[in-house]
């Protein structure tokens, strides 16, 4: 088993997430994580990550399956084409007063997250990074109040001058 | 509406800029310009609310023929025939809500067959989309993973452009279904034309050609190999009747042993000595064991189905694999393979026959006279063996019914078309198929109910043709209104059902795997067929005894009208050899003949891994 990090290229047209979508659970695959937006001016083409995980095999069948799709443009598996970034941003609400709020508050400044709303009782962290450093921050929230989360998944890019196109 | 019309014969003369908005042919004019510019020429419909201007044009015009189907099921399974037997797109069209959920079974199955289909749907207007409208089925997303890829039209400026792009996805590549949903008020509405564009596709291209270098190393293997095999698919029957051509000029250059899938049958003669049969649950011992056997397999077109690898980890173990196929993702699925090529067959094959005299090293001949000696004595048990008892009275076998049937119509342009079950396999291992196009089959969905509305579309496309649909009581029923069809349109198609009263294969496993409880599966009630058939126009035949087969068969092929042959065949009959499930090619049984040599069927063979198997 091993996690691969995906960069599909898509048309944007209606449809295509549930085409990638429907894909993954039509066939039993795993989604961890996925994010889709629109990434040029034109709004003609759209970025969908994925973050799954299987055995080679699998991972090669997932790839050459959204390969296969018709508004497919390109498929890239960031997790073996070199080293690449990957990013996920998280609002994090913690609710508590007295010392846990002031160690949530501390841990926050250690983590570089940002707080973006308070009141008396609470705080909203946002917090940007890689998946682990954000599961490790909401570790530490949890016995102080953590309250809610929202991830935003994996936002991924190669290193150096590279493209997916 | 109909302003448009007489121009259909002449469209060339009208471009874009003739036509003020005014004049502007309605979106249902539009679609039969693109069709016709796609060279269509006979659809296979059954119309309803959302469709009604499309079959508003179609009566104004003459260009494209119209077959009435009796249920939408029916009209995708005759246009798979269709297109199965031409090699051309075959067209649908149905009308929303149930009239696209009937086209469901037949668009998987065109899917999962890879049988190049555009299926146009009637939609509510595009206001209504959402509202649960009367008769509103949201098709596209029922319809997402039962299609190679599937429209909805929103805007009448696009129309045109995803008719001729629903075309070209159909039929390049992997060839498979495409659907495009039109709402009520794009057919109704002025759309502009376009012609088909001649721009490569933004995101869709298939590749085609194969990779020089994976060629050449597939043939250093096969030049090297001792114990060879090419084992063929449906690939080779998509990629055309030239690919087929070249197959056989590359297994008579090589000298290697050729087996098929089902789906494969035809593309390699089966008169041919080096072929040695399908292979498969099914298949002949001789191809079964050669699989298991080998030590270096090259497939062509092929995906390595679950019906034709039996137990993966026992699957042809010590072979080298060669995998050549036009669909990346079918590489590498279930077998992990040695070389893969992906490419079109024909092109491939091409490549690999230049290849393989370019290369110098010599070929291990008496390796291989050695396995041709190893194949002669796997042949030599003749594992399709039966007994037909001749005394008069005697009980029909299936088997025997099939072979005087074949015997029958030898030097007749023949078109063999199948339900599923016993007949299914029976027709494949015993009707012997010299060219490619003319066995259908479903083989991937396994859909009962295909053959006659598939040999329907065979007899459209081609009217002088014998073309026969080898059936059983059961899947019979499954279509059986299409009768109404072939009476309306006089498809003079020959329906030869094999009657045991069972679902036979059902009846086979629940004897095998389940005790001898026959739960469900006896054909009670069943009608008198020859009664059926007169009731639609058609002629009934029937033969009861072993003295009847013959000249039923006779009387049947003379007549010039749709008949149905109703054969009563053993009902205890079981389709051998079988590879149980869970089993390796080399732990097939074979049939009651051979129990002196394999010691018969014991339902223990099958372990309770492979109980959960299909």
Redesign the interface.
């Known amino acids: 088993m091993r996690s691969a990090t995906i960069s599909v290229l898509?048309?944007n047209e209606?449809?295509v997430l549930?085409?990638v979508i429907?894909l993954f659970s039509?066939r039993g695959y795993n989604i961890d994580s996925l994010t889709v937006a629109p990434v040029e001016r034109d709004q003609r083409q759209s970025r969908i990550t994925i973050v799954t995980s299987g055995t080679e095999?699998v991972i090669?069948?997932i790839k050459?399956?959204l390969?296969?799709?018709?508004?497919?443009?390109r498929v890239l598996d960031l997790s073996r084409e070199g080293p690449h970034l990957a990013r996920e941003l998280a609002l994090i609400k913690v609710v508590g007063s007295g010392e846990a709020r002031q160690e949530a508050l501390r841990l926050a400044e250690a983590f570089r997250a940002r707080v973006i709303d308070a009141s008396t009782e609470s705080f909203v962290f946002e917090l940007t990074g890689a998946s682990d450093k954000l599961d490790a921050f909401l570790d530490l929230m949890r016995p102080l109040g953590l309250a809610e989360v929202s991830r935003t998944g994996v936002a991924a890019i190669a290193r150096g001058r590279s493209t997916i196109t | 509406m109909g302003l448009f019309v007489p121009a259909l014969n002449g469209m060339a003369e009208m471009d874009g800029s003739m036509m003020a908005s005014e004049t502007m042919a309605s979106g249902a004019e539009t679609l039969l310009r693109a069709l016709v510019a796609q060279g269509v020429d006979v659809i296979f419909g059954y119309p309803g609310g959302a469709v009604l201007p499309i079959y508003d044009a179609l009566f104004q015009q003459d260009a494209i023929r119209h077959v009435l189907v009796r249920h939408e099921q029916a009209a995708v399974h005759a246009a798979e025939g269709y297109a199965r037997s031409t090699g051309r797109v075959g067209v649908v069209l149905v009308t929303s809500g149930p009239g696209a959920t009937n086209a469901v079974t037949g668009l998987v199955d065109a899917l999962m067959d890879s049988i190049p289909l555009v299926c146009l749907t009637g939609q509510v207007p595009t206001h209504l989309i959402g509202n649960d409208a009367f008769q509103e089925a949201d098709t596209t997303g029922i319809t997402r993973q039962a299609t190679k890829h599937n429209y909805l039209v929103k805007q009448s400026a696009d129309l045109a452009r995803v008719v001729h792009e629903a075309f070209h996805v159909a039929r390049t590549g992997r060839p498979g279904p495409v659907l495009v949903d039109l709402p009520k008020d794009i057919l109704i509405n002025p759309a502009p034309y376009a012609e088909p564009s001649a721009a490569p596709h933004a995101s869709y291209r298939p590749r085609t050609t194969p990779d020089p270098a994976r060629i050449a190393q597939a043939v250093a293997l096969l030049k090297r190999s001792e114990r060879p095999i090419v084992y063929t698919g449906g690939g080779v029957i998509n990629a055309g009747p030239e690919a087929a051509k070249l197959l056989l000029e590359f297994v008579r250059l090589t000298g290697f042993p050729c087996t098929s899938t089902l789906m494969g049958l035809g593309a390699y003669p089966a008169s041919d000595p080096q072929f040695l049969g399908m292979l498969g649950m099914h298949g002949t011992y001789e191809a079964n064991m050669v699989m298991h056997d080998t030590d270096v397999m090259l497939n062509m077109g092929a995906r390595f189905d679950d019906r034709v690898t039996g137990r993966l980890n026992a699957f042809s173990p010590g072979s080298k694999k060669i995998h050549a196929d036009i669909d990346p993702s079918s590489i590498n699925k279930s077998v992990t393979v040695d070389c893969a090529i992906i490419g079109d067959a024909a092109e491939t094959l091409r490549a690999l026959i230049t290849a393989w005299k370019q290369d110098t090293t010599p070929q291990n001949r008496d390796a291989l006279a050695k396995w041709w000696q190893q194949i002669d004595f796997w042949r030599s048990k003749n594992s399709l063996r039966y007994t037909q008892s001749r005394d008069a009275g005697s009980v029909i076998k299936p088997q025997y019914a099939i072979e005087q049937l074949y015997k029958a119509t030898r030097g007749r342009e023949t078109f063999v078309t199948t339900e599923v079950g016993q007949h299914q396999m029976w027709a494949a291992q015993y009707f012997r198929f010299d060219k490619p196009n003319h066995w259908l089959t479903s083989g991937g969905l396994g859909t009962m109910g295909y053959g006659l509305p598939a040999a329907m579309g065979v007899q459209v496309a081609h009217p002088d043709a014998l073309v026969i649909d080898i059936a059983g009581e059961a899947s019979i029923l499954m279509n059986i209104q299409e009768m109404g069809t072939l009476a309306q349109y006089r498809l003079p198609v020959k329906i030869f059902i094999l009657n045991n009263q069972y679902m036979g294969m059902v009846r086979q496993w629940q004897e095998l795997l389940h005790g001898n409880r026959y739960s469900e599966s006896y054909s009670a009630a069943l009608p008198d067929f020859v009664k059926l058939a007169e009731s639609f126009h058609a002629v009934g035949l029937r033969a009861e005894t072993v003295d009847d087969l013959d000249r039923v068969i006779a009387e049947m092929l003379a007549v010039d009208r749709p008949v149905i042959a109703d054969i009563c065949v053993d009902q205890k009959e079981n389709v051998y050899p079988m590879i149980p499930s869970g089993a390796a090619h080399n732990e097939m049984l074979l049939g009651p003949e051979h129990k002196a040599e394999s010691g018969g069927y014991t339902g223990n063979s099958v372990t309770d891994e492979g109980m959960v198997l299909i």
Not at chain 1, 67 to 73: K, T
């Open positions: 898509v048309e209606s449809g549930a085409r429907g039509g095999m090669e069948q050459a399956q390969g296969r799709l018709v508004p497919v443009y």
